[in-house]
């Protein structure tokens, strides 16, 4: 237990490692029923915190829009698990930025489902996503907001 505890200390705050926000969308293969959303929200939660992950997941029933924070190499080797999952499709990066701090460090991993909020109901990710700084933006509207 001790020497877990060090390891992942060690893969999470070595100066040999660098901190990054990784932003990608995707098309999903098919809508997703509330369950569904709820069940990736459990298990990007229950990986993510073991990995030293966090982020916010967005989707409007037609993409998503992810930001994955963590370790370089810890958030590549999750973004190839992520690509072929065949809950979606057309994956793409659009950001990778080296960063000082998490914008999204009480989350290991936020679920927003945009339809069911008051603000972004009419929000549609494939008309985001062509630009990164407004992709950037969307997702930090959601840093501080109380989704649940
Ligand atoms: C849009 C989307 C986002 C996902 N985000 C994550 C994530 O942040 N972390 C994660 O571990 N898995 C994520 N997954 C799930 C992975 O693709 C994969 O199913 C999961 O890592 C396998 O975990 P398991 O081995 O515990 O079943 C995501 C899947 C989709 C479709």
């Given amino acids: 237990m001790l020497k877990k505890t060090y390891c992942n200390y060690f893969r999470h705050f070595s ?25 990736l929200q459990e298990s990007c939660m229950h990986n993510n915190a073991q990995k030293g992950v966090t982020g916010m997941l967005l989707y409007d029933g037609q993409h998503f829009m992810q930001v994955l924070e963590g ?3 810890t958030i590549e080797t999750l973004f190839e698990t992520i690509k072929h ?10 950001i990778r930025n080296p960063i000082e701090n998490r914008n999204f460090a009480a989350w290991s991993m936020g679920v927003v ?5 008051m603000d972004f109901k009419n929000t549609k990710i494939k008309d ?11 997702l930090l509207a959601f840093t501080h907001n109380k989704i649940y």
């Fill in 15 to 39: 100066p040999f490692t660098m901190l990054i926000e990784f932003i990608y969308t995707s098309t999903v293969t098919r809508p997703l029923d509330p369950k569904e959303v709820i069940n």
């Fill in 71 to 73: 370790d370089s190499q």
């Fill in 85 to 94: 999952d065949s809950r979606h499709f057309e994956v793409s990066a659009i």
């Fill in 113 to 117: 489902d945009l339809t069911k909020t």
């Fill in 128 to 138: 985001i996503r062509k630009s990164p700084p407004l992709s950037h933006k969307l």
